[in-house]
């Protein structure tokens, strides 16, 4: 075999990071050429790659393999920096060899002698099982050391959407927000646990329309598994656990988007329905699809544009259902939009009655604030309750030698350690809301005091908020008489019962007051109600 002049040099990193933050791919290139100007190659190409040493298939192996094809057999030497940079798996080791041997590539290194003996192939492959050991043993020290610090409530993956790593004393590593990514999570996690967003549909929506959530599709789309993928996350509590790892929910060291109890609201929501995908056919024109349905079958009405022979276009709403009566007949957009304003105009309450609620949800306020700490005092009660019944629990498991009833014990102690989890956790967060009465109501105000001038500013995404806030089920619709009575919201109900409660109160009774200009006598007028 005649000794080659030329070579290739081949060097490999476990991974992108070693490749920005190291220097090994240069350090393997330097030692490489060194030993190709003592065995007099002229190196002619050099292949990198940034993956793992298990993997047989590699994109700058591939390459050099049909670089070495191209040229004569026996012809290029190519020269690695140690055994392991070649693999770290016997078996790829061995069929990487024989590519190679067959691509017409002679292997070489400066840290080994390759030969074809069986002496030169035992302690080939003795070296090539040990990096392969190396391997598998970094892995599973790294794992035992992730899952130490995840038994710990640290987090030791990717961060997920909304958090960052910092390096924070005492604690390496940590979880922190990531603004202003972390606000717009919050504000839909908070919006789906409160029913602001009905869907994940509309979830996936509201995250979409944020330009700085990030998008992981063109045209600046997110895929609907990330959405239900977060809403799954106990991270995003401030709880850590990972299963095939053994580690049990427990609380993180990192500070939560949300409360426990909203993520439990989530969980409860998600388990309540499936939801439907995204709906493309939903639109600025037709608002109302989805919310009106047939007063004759009480199947949702379906919209469209129709063009008349002049070219012209109207929009429609109709009722698909075959069976119906008005199956086909097609009701104008614009009768059923006027229908709908006239609708929500009825339906805005008087300012004197609004003023009323005020008051009265004011003192609903105080006595809620007055019952912070009394709240605080219960749940301590609570907390001490679940210590009892666990320390019971576990002397009765300790007694018992039955398996099924250790099994249920066990159960029984998990449901116990997650109710001590939870009640821990509002311990921890703040009872008190975090704005005042007036900050809180004023944003309702706006609504309630004209909620269809807030309809006709609104966008497509805020007025399904509004007709869930305004009507507790879907409008139906005659084609004769128009809109039927609806079914309003607990907001608007409770309006309508303090309105049909409130009489005039009879004079009867009642001293007329004296009128401070001139002596004469007024009445006074009140409302009570009864």
């Known amino acids: 075999m005649n000794k080659p002049t030329k070579a290739v040099i081949y060097a490999r990193v476990s991974g992108a990071k070693q490749v920005r933050d190291g220097d090994g791919l240069a350090s393997q290139e330097s030692r490489c050429r060194e030993y190709a100007t003592y065995k007099d190659y002229d190196v002619i190409e050099v292949f990198t790659d940034d993956m793992t040493g298990k993997a047989l298939r590699r994109p700058a192996m591939d390459r050099m393999l049909a670089f070495l094809r191209l040229h004569k057999k026996d012809s290029i030497a190519v020269i690695i920096d140690d055994i392991s940079r070649l693999a770290r798996n016997i078996e790829a080791h061995i069929e990487l060899r024989r590519t190679l041997s067959d691509a017409g590539g002679i292997l070489e290194s400066p840290s080994i002698e390759f030969g074809e003996d069986s002496d030169s192939r035992l302690v080939e492959h003795m070296l090539a099982t040990v990096a392969q050991h190396q391997r598998e043993k970094n892995a599973e020290q790294t794992q035992n050391r992730m899952r130490g610090r995840k038994m710990n409530g640290y987090w030791t993956f990717q961060a997920p959407i909304g958090f960052r790593y ?9 979880l922190v ?75 993180g060291q990192h500070d939560g988007l949300v409360s426990l109890e909203t993520w439990e609201q989530i969980q409860d929501r998600s388990k309540a329905r499936k939801l439907a995908p995204a709906r493309t056919d939903l639109n600025e024109d037709f608002p109302l699809r989805g919310a009106v349905i047939c007063a004759d079958c009480e199947a949702p009405l379906t919209s469209c544009w129709s063009k008349s022979g002049t070219g012209k276009r109207y929009p429609y709403y109709w009722c698909k259902s075959r069976t119906c009566a008005s199956y086909r007949k097609n009701i104008r957009a614009e ?18 009655l609004l003023s009323l609620a005020s008051r009265m949800l004011k003192d609903a306020w105080s006595q809620r604030d007055a019952q912070f700490g009394a709240k605080k005092s219960q749940i301590r009660r609570d907390i001490s309750a679940c210590n009892t019944q666990i320390e019971s629990l576990l002397e009765r498991i300790v007694e018992a030698s039955n398996p099924t009833v250790i099994a249920a014990y066990e159960k029984k102690l998990a449901n116990l350690e997650a109710d001590r989890m939870r009640v821990e956790a509002k ?16 944003l309702s105000k706006a609504f309630l005091s004209n909620p269809c001038k807030t309809w006709e500013n609104a966008g497509l995404t ?40 409130c009489k005039m109160v009879h004079l009867r009774g009642f001293e007329p007051l004296a009128s401070a200009f001139g002596g004469q006598r007024s009445i006074q007028l009140s409302y009570r109600c009864v």
């Not at 311990?427 to 004023?442: I, R, V």
């Open 462 to 501: 805020l007025r399904k908020i509004i007709l869930r806030l305004t009507f507790s089920a879907p409008l139906a619709y005659d084609r004769q008489s128009g809109f039927r009575t609806p079914q309003a919201s607990v907001i608007f109900e409770f309006f309508e019962k303090i309105t049909s409660k």
């Open 335 to 352: 009768r059923i939009d006027a229908g709908f304003a006239d609708l929500m105009q009825h339906m805005t309450p008087s300012r004197n």
């Open 166 to 174: 910092e390096k924070i004393n005492g604690h390496g590593k940590l």
């Open 427 to 442: 311990l921890t967060q703040n009872l008190k809301p975090a704005h005042s009465f007036d900050e809180m109501f004023e």
């Open 177 to 251: 927000r990531n603004e202003p990514v972390a606000s717009i999570v919050q504000e839909g996690l908070e919006g789906y646990a409160t029913g602001r967003f009905a869907s994940q549909a509309e979830l996936k929506r509201f995250f979409e329309s944020q330009p700085a959530f990030p998008k992981d599709l063109p045209n600046d789309l997110i895929r609907q598994q990330r959405v239900s993928e977060m809403l799954t996350r106990i991270i995003y509590a401030g709880y850590v656990e990972y299963e095939p790892w053994g580690v049990t929910r427990r609380k």
